[in-house]
């Protein structure tokens, strides 16, 4: 059995070897047939003949089948054939343009279709030249100039898909963006339909911050592919990137409410509600610091303490002043007590000034306490509603996918912050007010760290995410659960 392999291989090693030998002597002669038409064609012109179409007709014809003989000989000879070919039916068709050879060079800049739909030989020849050319290109990671040549199969086959995609999507590796978004826009406009060039070219506008265009690409694109995850996903994105989150929301709960049971497609809604309610945060802070600065009853208390630190000093110096004349022996010492006690009081009203300051300020500041309050309220009630709607979400996609990570990580977050708010509060609190409302409030954050719990939990049995595990951590010794934290690990 292994001679009769040996010798089958070798008869076919032979066989190879001579059609190589037929190929080799194939290639020669061709190239010698095209070396010498194009040097024919370039001799001609240096004739009479150069006026005539005819002439420059024949050496287009020579080099663009010097351009389509894919033999790397010729191509690296005259890179830049194809081009030429093209200059020179430009120049048949200049000097003669309704003549014969005028009339046969048109044929060559164009691609048309005979009556039965096949494409005429000429325009063909041109095309291939230039869509050869720019895959070569490409494959050699000559991305710019795959490109230009792409653009001009293009511009041949004016009615050709594969030339505009391949033009969109090697200008892209260009970073060429004006001529990947032609080439997309072409695509598109010949009817082409594959989702990723939509998404492509939307990218484009995106990064042009052409809102509009974007967002009508990819709505062209989901009306084309209406079940399209992807497109849906990214027309989402593209809202929230133009910082039109309302939309968004829109555009998602159209689909929740006909029907859509998609758990993430309603988790996305529960993360952009979430994200709506962190919006209000920033405002609600400046407004909190705002009531804050302009307090006037609690600044007027403050005027208060610090005029009675002040009055009290005047009550020792009374005091001191009254002990000399009493008792003159003493009066070197008190004398002393006395310039220490002025200098303390000095430094009180010098604070007072300051808050009579403030005050001053605070009534010529023109802050409607009353409209800050009410606006407040207002954004702190919407920041509430958007929570509980994003909890709503969430809890919904819960049910209809119990084991998403995603989801159960978003309803720890939420639980888990919540807490960290609610725990700053009692970082606020001096002794006093401590001893009076501290542990209720410490109750209800421990009340909120421990519904963060179980969704953490569950996450990490579905995924070790680190972050994930460093807040498991976290939190397992606020609830100080040593035997979770020890099973946790590092």
């Known amino acids: ?45 240096t004739k009479k003949d150069s006026a005539k179409a005819k002439t420059w007709l024949t050496r287009g014809e ?16 005259e890179p830049l054939a194809a081009y030429k070919a093209v200059e020179y039916f430009k120049k048949a068709i200049a000097l003669e343009k309704d003549g014969a050879a005028g009339v046969a060079a048109q044929k060559y800049l164009l691609l048309t279709y005979a009556k039965d739909g096949k494409p005429e030989v000429e325009g063909q020849k041109t095309f291939s030249a230039f869509m050869n050319g720019g895959i070569a290109k490409y494959q050699a990671k000559n991305f710019a100039g795959a490109v230009k040549d792409l653009q001009m199969a293009s511009e041949i086959s004016p009615k050709d898909t594969t030339a505009a995609m391949y033009t969109g999507v090697i200008g892209q590796m260009a970073k060429d963006d004006e001529a990947a978004k032609a080439g997309f826009e072409k695509f598109l406009d010949l009817g082409g339909k594959d989702p990723a060039m939509i998404y492509a070219l939307a990218q484009i506008y995106r990064n042009e911050k052409n809102e509009e265009k974007a967002i009508s690409t990819l709505e062209k694109g989901i009306a084309l592919h209406p079940n399209n995850k992807d497109l849906k996903s990214e027309k989402i994105n593209l809202l929230l990137s133009f910082k ?7 555009e998602l709960e159209s689909s929740v409410a006909k029907g859509n049971s998609n758990p993430q497609e309603v988790l996305n809604l529960g993360i952009l509600y979430e994200n709506k309610a962190q919006e209000f945060a920033p405002e609600i802070r400046s407004l909190k610091e705002t009531l804050a600065d302009n307090n006037a009853d609690a600044l007027k208390k403050k005027i208060q303490a610090q005029k009675d630190k002040v009055g009290a000093y005047d009550e020792e110096i009374k005091r001191l002043t009254d002990k000399i004349k009493k008792d003159p022996k003493s009066a070197a010492a008190s004398k002393k007590q006395i310039a220490s006690v002025k200098e303390m009081q000095n430094e009180q009203k010098a604070e007072l000034t300051k808050l009579n300051e403030e005050a001053a300020k605070q009534a010529s500041s023109g802050v409607n306490v009353e409209e800050v309050t ?17 909890l709503n979400f ?95 690990g590092e």
Not at 374 to 390: H, Y
């Open 1 to 45: 059995m292994k001679k009769i392999t040996l010798a089958l291989f070798a008869i076919l090693m032979t066989a190879g070897a001579a059609s190589a030998q037929m190929d080799k002597l194939m290639v020669e002669a061709n190239r010698k047939t095209i070396s010498d038409a194009v040097k024919k064609a370039d001799a001609a012109v």
């Open 62 to 77: 020579a080099y663009l089948d010097l351009a389509n003989s894919q033999d790397s000989v010729l191509t690296k000879g």
């Open 244 to 250: 039109k989150i309302d939309l968004a929301i829109k």
């Open 374 to 390: 009410k606006k407040l309220a207002d954004l702190e009630a919407k920041q509430k509603e958007a929570k509980e709607s994003a």
């Open 394 to 488: 969430y809890k919904k996609s819960l049910d209809l996918d119990p084991n998403n990570y995603d989801v159960n990580f978003n309803l720890g977050v939420m639980s888990f912050n919540e807490a960290v708010e609610i725990k700053k509060k009692v970082d606020l609190l001096d002794m006093a007010a401590y001893k009076i409302e501290g542990k209720k409030i410490e109750e209800q954050a421990d009340k909120k760290f421990r519904e963060a719990l179980p969704y953490f939990e569950k996450a990490y049995s579905i995924k070790q995410e680190d972050d994930l595990k460093s807040s498991l951590r976290s939190l397992y010794q606020i609830l100080k659960m040593e035997d979770k934290l020890k099973a946790l």
